[in-house]
């Protein structure tokens, strides 16, 4: 087991959106197989969060442009001595059934469910806090009823429409984390600040601290530069910036 908590930030928008449909996709497969009623209010709740977040941002567009993207990066190194051609080209092959399968989409990603009359419903109480109480929707509260095997299968047929989405996000997001080799560093007096190099922009900072440390990395950036400042709770205080040198792994995903 490793012994590093990992902390990441993301340096551009896409990024956040792209790490955020991660986090749904993620919590929802960990609740999805549960026979509680509150497995399955928590997978509805991420399927729901996962299409606001289609609704709001034309992630269709942002799919094909970073697979676009990457796809041409990634061939320009077909040439260069030691690069491993067999897994280059099934990462390609990778990247082209991901596009290949967000255009076959006719119209945003996710309508064929977003409609559907359960999670239609969920969606218009999410601006109403604690809005999805039995009482607020009484065909939530029937469904939740149900055989948990009845709740499981539609809920993995909800979301393997949504694996169109959560395959290139998965794909995407692998291959940046993969992209730079995690290094040595260290933050003196609990501050680490680098440059940035305009030609390589990075994508996301990953942070990994042993558990030991009793602290946290705050992480802030830019297209210029990025810092880490190591901070440690103090109980009902909010927490201070550590004093003591602190060493950690670094790893600047630019592709």
């Known amino acids: 087991m490793s012994e590093l908590i990992y902390y990441e930030q993301p340096l551009n928008e896409r990024m956040r959106g792209f790490l955020r449909l ?3 996709f993620r919590q929802a497969g960990y609740t999805l197989r549960g026979y509680s009623i509150w497995d399955s209010r928590s997978t509805l709740a991420s399927i729901t ?12 567009t942002e799919l094909l442009k970073e ?4 796809e041409t990066t990634l061939a320009a190194l077909a040439d260069m001595q030691g690069v ?4 280059l080209n099934n990462i390609l092959r990778q990247i082209q059934t991901s596009q290949q399968a967000i255009l076959e989409v006719s119209g945003p990603l996710g309508q064929d469910i977003r409609e559907h009359d359960l999670l239609n419903s969920l969606r218009q109480r999410s601006s109403i806090l604690g809005g999805s109480c039995n009482f607020d929707l009484p065909n939530l509260h029937y469904w939740l009823q149900q055989q948990p095997e009845i709740r499981i299968e539609q809920l993995e047929q909800w979301l393997e429409k949504l694996e169109v989405v959560s395959q290139p996000i998965s794909l995407i997001l692998g291959i940046i984390r993969e992209s730079n080799a995690p290094v040595s560093a260290m933050a003196e007096q609990g501050f680490y600040q680098q440059n940035i190099d305009s030609a390589a922009p990075v994508q996301i900072i990953r942070v990994g601290l042993n558990k030991q440390q009793h602290c946290f990395p705050e992480i802030s950036g830019g297209k210029q530069r990025f810092s880490i400042r190591f901070m440690q709770p103090q109980g009902e205080q909010r927490p201070i910036q550590v004093t003591d040198n602190i060493n950690f792994e670094l790893t600047r995903c630019a592709l």
Do not use: G, S, Y
């Open 67 to 70: 697979l676009e993207r990457l």
């Open 49 to 60: 969060t996962i299409l606001d977040i289609l609704t709001r941002n034309d992630l269709k």
């Open 84 to 87: 491993d051609k067999v897994q």
């Open 22 to 24: 991660e986090h749904f």
